[in-house]
């Protein structure tokens, strides 16, 4: 949270991802993320301690909670059972041929 030129408060988002070795999919969530007005000024923590990542609006590739209604999307459980759409797998083949 930072205080505005007026006095008030204003909540500062903040995106939470792993620590250590980085990887495409948390990079690339983040710089999406980032791309969006809501989080364009975010904050990224990286962290793997829950106590850390508690607090973040949104979480990604790490957690172990795939709950899109709580901002917490991590792909590393067995639960997770989202795949790809047909249209971005035709598009994703068209690309490769």
Do not use: W
Not at 5 to 21: A, C, E, F, L, W
Not at 64 to 84: A, C, L, M, V
Not at 88 to 93: G, H, I, P, V
């Amino acid at each position: 949270m930072s205080a505005s030129g007026d006095g008030t408060s204003v909540h500062r988002k903040v995106i939470g991802t792993h620590s250590g070795t980085f990887h495409c999919d948390e990079a690339l969530a983040c710089f999406m993320l980032k791309k969006l007005p809501e989080y364009a000024n975010a904050e990224i923590v990286r962290s793997r301690d829950p106590a850390v990542l508690d607090p973040c609006d949104i979480v990604v590739d790490v957690g172990g909670e795939y709950n899109p209604s709580k901002h917490r999307y991590d792909h590393h459980q067995r639960s997770f059972s989202e795949t790809i759409t047909p249209f971005a797998r035709e598009t994703l083949a068209d690309q490769t041929e």
